[in-house]
């Protein structure tokens, strides 16, 4: 089905194709300035919010902020490019998003994440993730059971209260990927992260239900887990990008010392 819409100025009328929920306008772009003070290096999108990198390593993030996403330490929204407070005074070399969750890499190589954790997409304790790896560790009990091994209420309520899980993080949290802590790329898919090291390694985390987190499993989980394939078949990664449910790395063979 074709439209006659006519342009602002006065000319020849334009053919326009109908498109889902409305017409294809004939202005140009949406367009903004940012002010003069911001240079801005790079961008990133998710879902409903917008990751900036300025020329000076500040980040700013603005749009949607239900799930903590901004880095803020609230769940507001911003309509405007607003300064992550927390990352002031540490330049950042890189930004990104993932649906409701965003990272960054400080010039030092450290990983900072914010944002929605239900996957355990931040690398932090999920409390999602851990209901469902009870479900499958849970076993049938033996129908006698020695009363001093069955733990008693109190001392399951106990337990249940040193346990801390994190929902949504505001603000911007240092997670630790190796013991050097050190992290040279990073990606966000819709609910998983992945990061590469100096060294060539690629960690990921986060839902795994479609299998982008490359550990021969569906499982999904809240902490940094190497991805043993490229090591067993000497295969250093240089880079990853993700989708929203996949992961890409481009690699380089390992240079094999000669006597």
Not at 137 to 158: G, H, I, M, N, W
Not at 173 to 197: M, N
Not at 217 to 244: H, M
Request: aromatic share 8%; charged share 20%.
């Amino acid at each position: 089905m074709e439209i006659k819409a006519l342009s602002e100025e006065s000319g020849p009328s334009l053919n326009l194709p109908l498109a889902p929920g409305g017409y294809i306008a004939t202005k140009p772009p949406f367009y903004r300035s940012l002010s003069p003070q911001l240079k801005a290096v790079s961008l990133a999108l998710g879902a409903e919010h917008a990751i900036l990198l300025s020329a000076t390593g500040a980040v700013y993030t603005w749009g949607l902020g239900s799930h903590g996403q901004l880095g803020h330490g609230g769940l507001t929204s911003e309509e405007e490019p607003r300064t992550v407070e927390a990352l002031w005074g540490m330049p950042m070399s890189s930004v990104t998003t993932g649906g409701w969750h965003s990272a960054c890499i400080s010039a030092g190589g450290d990983l900072y994440v914010w944002g929605w954790n239900e996957s355990g997409q931040l690398g932090l304790p999920s409390q999602a993730l851990s209901k469902e790896q009870r479900k499958r560790s849970q076993q049938p009990a033996p129908s006698l059971q020695d009363a001093s091994t069955v733990p008693s209420e109190e001392a399951q309520e106990e337990e249940k209260h040193k346990e801390v899980f994190i929902s949504i993080q505001a603000f911007p949290a240092l997670l630790d990927i190796t013991p050097s802590c050190e992290v040279s790329k990073v990606s966000c898919g819709s609910r998983h992260t992945a990061a590469v090291t100096p060294t060539g390694d690629l960690y990921t985390w986060g839902w795994g239900e479609y299998g982008q987190l490359g550990h021969k499993t569906f499982l999904s989980i809240d902490e940094p887990q190497r991805v043993e394939f490229f090591k067993e078949q000497g295969l250093s990664v240089v880079d990853v990008v993700c989708g929203a449910w996949t992961t890409f790395a481009a690699v380089v063979k390992k240079e094999v010392a000669q006597c």
